[in-house]
């Protein structure tokens, strides 16, 4: 520690000072005192907390899209980066809400999307990045790095291992009936007929949903999209420098649709496919009335846990190519302004680097899964459910689909056409490309309109402005003394700005965050607060400053130390709770959190349904919702 300029004077004032051994003495006992004066105040004025203004120089903002990522992946990042404040937000998997975020000053240092493609981030490029001559783009393997470069050379995103999509088999389906399981297109089609004449479906899958016509169509003719041709027309789609639509080409495109009209008539695809969702594919494919069906790694192990001995085959390509569909589990990408301060810029490419690592990869996927990662600098993991693919993966074949929102909603209207009878190969092309060409769809009205701005960066004094604004409201909404809610509950900054009923949804957590509410007393309060603070088994677990949880109509005091979060006070009104007081408290979580709550502890809640994000639209649907102050809710020591 460095004494301050005024002791060092005072230091050297004594030490020239002449006097007997007496006088020399009460120096020394003063000097003690002086000393001891000094270091204090040097404690408080160097080692004490920092402004709220240093804490945000200091924080790294990264939106993860789901609460998946929050819980497994999140906590290593953080661990692995200690030195670093990194303020962690569930944000959204779509690329509108972060084009909302930037258009209104609200764009965090990090974001991320799984539903993603460059022609929806186009509007995004100027305030991104660009990542092109860094190490984390150089490791991508060129194959998939060009599906994000943007035609001036530039990248601003990057993909983090792929999620795989083929076709699951009952091989011992395939085995009692005698059937090879297939090894090119031909095979797979004589295996579709084979079963059909034993009166068990060949192949189907859930074409219900968007992603599977999508994916299907491309899946089918991923050798002819990964030409020369192909990517050049994928370039020119995506290319954000292009003011006018692009519609489908005339070299690639005509075929992959007589390759989906071939294979709607080779598997006996008809109108009632259309009504099948997953969990009636899942239900045909478990009870032996299916041998194959469209769907992602994942359901191998699932099937295989059941005992239905489950393996993974590729598309089959009618040039006898062999690939596969892939999904990033997410795309990343850096803020632009992070360049304006050298520091900080320096502190989210370490951030960056550690969410491309080996270590964090394998956090993102579900224990027990494959690795399989777009970057060379990590080591792909295959388990027994995807070896019978090896060769695939090894030749660089995994496809990553074009996922636009132009190409999600039209392969849902033409596929299904297709597979009804009601289009042919050529009237598909047309339908598809007349889609893409098409003008945008109309603007929504605002629902919301906050007239003030609130960061949602944590500080140790006072907590996270924002979140305390969403609490706050929540709090009224509900009727409730009390409102607790789990660090990730809401998706980030309140801006100043008029919200859409679509971006005002999006200001609550995704993925089915709950309110369960009690009647209870102080003294259980307080119990329920510590639980929240210091994690409970089964239940979520604060791992920084950032992933507190956040109070409405209380305060907490919480002492931070090397095991994590200890709970020292709860007060109300600036005063302690008494153990016989009496409260209602709503707690805002998962479900699958809640469930875990301690039942030893006697309180029972109720609730669950509907959701916070139906109880918001609702509040704020009628366009009249007002939006509540934040308070200071939690001090951090």
Same mark, same amino acid.
Request: hydrophobic share 35%; charged share 20%; glycine share 8%.
């Given at each position: 520690?460095?004494?301050?300029?005024?002791?060092?004077?005072?230091?050297?004032?004594?030490?020239m000072?002449?006097?007997?051994?007496?006088?020399?003495?009460?120096?020394n006992?003063?000097?003690?005192?002086?000393?001891?004066?000094?270091?204090?105040?040097s404690?408080?004025?160097?080692?004490?907390?920092?402004?709220?203004?240093?804490?945000?120089?200091?924080?790294?903002?990264?939106?993860?899209?789901?609460?998946?990522?929050?819980?497994?992946?999140?906590?290593?990042?953080?661990?692995?980066?200690?030195?670093?404040?990194?303020?962690?937000?569930?944000?959204?998997?779509?690329?509108?809400?972060?084009?909302?975020?930037n258009?209104?000053?609200?764009?965090?240092?990090?974001?991320?999307?799984?539903?993603?493609?460059?022609?929806?981030?186009?509007?995004?490029?100027?305030?991104?990045?660009?990542?092109?001559?860094?190490?984390?783009?150089?490791?991508?393997?060129?194959?998939?790095?060009?599906?994000?470069?943007?035609?001036?050379?530039?990248?601003?995103?990057?993909?983090?291992?792929?999620?795989?999509?083929?076709?699951?088999?009952?091989?011992?389906?395939?085995?009692?009936?005698?059937?090879?399981?297939?090894?090119? %297109?031909?095979?797979?089609? @004589?295996?579709?007929?084979? !079963?059909?004449? &034993? /009166? #068990?479906?060949?192949?189907?899958?859930?074409?219900?949903?968007?992603y599977?016509?999508?994916?299907?169509?491309?899946?089918?003719?991923?050798?002819?999209?990964?030409?020369?041709?192909?990517?050049k027309w994928?370039?020119?789609?995506?290319?954000?420098?292009?003011?006018?639509?692009?519609?489908?080409?005339?070299?690639?495109?005509?075929?992959?649709?007589?390759?989906?009209?071939?294979?709607?008539?080779?598997?006996?695809?008809?109108?009632?496919?259309?009504?099948?969702?997953?969990?009636?594919?899942?239900?045909?494919?478990?009870?032996?009335?299916l041998?194959? %069906?469209?769907?992602?790694s @994942?359901?191998?192990?699932? !099937?295989?846990? &059941? /005992? #239905?001995?489950?393996?993974?085959?590729?598309?089959?390509?009618?040039?006898?190519?062999?690939?596969?569909?892939?999904?990033?589990?997410?795309?990343?990408?850096?803020?632009?302004?992070?360049?304006?301060?050298?520091?900080?810029?320096?502190?989210?490419?370490?951030?960056?680097?550690?969410?491309?690592?080996?270590?964090?990869?394998?956090?993102?996927?579900?224990?027990?899964?494959?690795?399989?990662?777009?970057?060379?600098?990590?080591?792909?993991q295959?388990?027994?459910?995807?070896?019978?693919?090896?060769?695939?993966?090894?030749?660089?074949?995994?496809?990553?689909?074009?996922?636009?929102?132009?190409?999600?909603?039209?392969?849902?209207?033409?596929?299904?056409?297709?597979?009804?009878?009601?289009?042919?190969?050529?009237?598909?092309?047309?339908?598809?490309?007349?889609?893409?060409?098409?003008?945008?769809?109309?603007?929504?009205?605002?629902?919301?309109?906050?007239?003030?701005?609130?960061?949602?960066?944590?500080?140790t004094?006072?907590?996270n402005?924002?979140?305390?604004?969403?609490?706050?409201?929540?709090?009224?909404?509900?009727?409730?003394?009390?409102?607790?809610?789990?660090?990730?509950?809401?998706?980030?900054?309140?801006?100043?700005?008029?919200?859409?009923?679509?971006?005002?949804?999006?200001?609550?957590?995704?993925?089915?965050?709950?309110?369960?509410?009690?009647?209870?007393?102080?003294?259980?309060?307080?119990?329920?607060?510590?639980?929240?603070?210091?994690?409970?088994?089964?239940?979520?677990?604060?791992?920084?400053?950032?992933?507190?949880?956040?109070?409405?109509?209380?305060?907490?005091?919480?002492?931070?130390?090397?095991?994590?979060?200890?709970?020292?006070?709860?007060?109300?009104?600036?005063?302690?709770?008494?153990?016989?007081?009496?409260?209602?408290?709503?707690?805002?979580?998962?479900?699958k959190?809640?469930?875990?709550?301690?039942?030893?502890?006697?309180?029972?809640?109720?609730?669950?349904?509907?959701?916070?994000?139906?109880?918001?639209?609702?509040?704020?649907s009628?366009?009249?919702?007002?939006?509540a102050?934040?308070?200071?809710?939690?001090?951090?020591?």
């Amino acid at each position: 520690m460095q004494y301050n300029n005024h002791y060092i004077a005072f230091c050297r004032t004594v030490r020239m000072s002449g006097g007997t051994v007496m006088k020399q003495r009460k120096w020394n006992r003063l000097l003690s005192v002086l000393l001891a004066v000094v270091i204090a105040v040097s404690l408080l004025a160097g080692c004490g907390g920092k402004s709220p203004e240093e804490e945000d120089a200091e924080t790294i903002t990264v939106y993860l899209w789901t609460t998946k990522l929050y819980e497994k992946y999140a906590p290593y990042l953080q661990e692995q980066l200690p030195d670093i404040n990194i303020q962690f937000v569930v944000g959204n998997n779509d690329l509108d809400f972060y084009r909302f975020l930037n258009e209104n000053g609200g764009l965090p240092d990090i974001i991320t999307c799984c539903r993603f493609s460059l022609h929806d981030a186009s509007p995004l490029k100027d305030s991104l990045m660009d990542l092109s001559t860094t190490n984390a783009a150089g490791a991508v393997y060129d194959a998939y790095l060009g599906n994000f470069m943007n035609e001036d050379g530039s990248i601003n995103w990057l993909p983090v291992c792929a999620d795989a999509h083929g076709f699951m088999a009952n091989k011992d389906l395939f085995e009692k009936c005698g059937i090879p399981l297939p090894t090119d %297109y031909d095979s797979f089609v @004589s295996a579709c007929q084979a !079963f059909e004449q &034993q /009166g #068990i479906r060949g192949f189907t899958a859930d074409y219900y949903y968007d992603y599977t016509c999508m994916e299907t169509l491309q899946g089918l003719s991923v050798a002819e999209l990964s030409s020369a041709a192909g990517r050049k027309w994928r370039t020119a789609y995506s290319d954000p420098g292009h003011t006018e639509k692009e519609g489908l080409d005339e070299t690639v495109w005509p075929e992959a649709f007589e390759h989906m009209e071939q294979f709607i008539r080779d598997t006996g695809l008809s109108k009632a496919d259309l009504e099948l969702n997953y969990d009636d594919v899942t239900q045909m494919y478990q009870n032996g009335k299916l041998a194959m %069906y469209f769907g992602t790694s @994942s359901g191998v192990k699932m !099937f295989q846990d &059941q /005992g #239905i001995h489950t393996v993974f085959l590729p598309f089959f390509q009618q040039n006898g190519e062999k690939w596969i569909m892939t999904t990033p589990y997410f795309q990343v990408a850096l803020n632009r302004d992070l360049t304006q301060d050298e520091a900080r810029w320096q502190k989210a490419m370490k951030v960056l680097d550690t969410m491309l690592s080996q270590g964090a990869q394998s956090r993102v996927i579900d224990e027990g899964q494959d690795l399989l990662s777009y970057s060379q600098d990590v080591d792909i993991q295959l388990t027994e459910y995807l070896k019978d693919v090896k060769s695939v993966v090894e030749e660089n074949h995994m496809y990553i689909r074009i996922a636009s929102n132009d190409f999600f909603a039209a392969s849902k209207d033409v596929v299904s056409k297709m597979i009804s009878g009601q289009y042919d190969a050529r009237q598909a092309y047309q339908a598809f490309n007349a889609q893409l060409l098409a003008g945008t769809a109309p603007s929504e009205s605002a629902v919301l309109h906050s007239q003030k701005a609130y960061s949602n960066r944590f500080h140790t004094s006072g907590g996270n402005a924002a979140y305390s604004v969403m609490a706050n409201t929540l709090r009224g909404i509900y009727g409730t003394d009390v409102l607790i809610a789990t660090g990730n509950s809401f998706t980030g900054n309140v801006l100043n700005a008029d919200y859409t009923g679509k971006m005002a949804a999006s200001m609550i957590m995704p993925n089915s965050l709950s309110a369960y509410s009690a009647s209870m007393t102080g003294a259980e309060l307080k119990e329920t607060v510590k639980n929240f603070v210091e994690g409970y088994q089964g239940g979520f677990q604060p791992f920084n400053r950032g992933s507190l949880p956040v109070f409405s109509g209380i305060s907490v005091e919480v002492r931070e130390t090397g095991e994590g979060y200890r709970l020292s006070k709860v007060t109300k009104d600036g005063k302690q709770i008494s153990d016989n007081d009496l409260f209602t408290v709503t707690c805002l979580a998962i479900p699958k959190h809640m469930e875990a709550y301690p039942a030893e502890e006697g309180i029972v809640f109720d609730g669950g349904n509907p959701t916070v994000e139906t109880t918001w639209i609702e509040y704020v649907s009628d366009g009249n919702a007002v939006l509540a102050e934040p308070e200071d809710y939690i001090n951090v020591r």
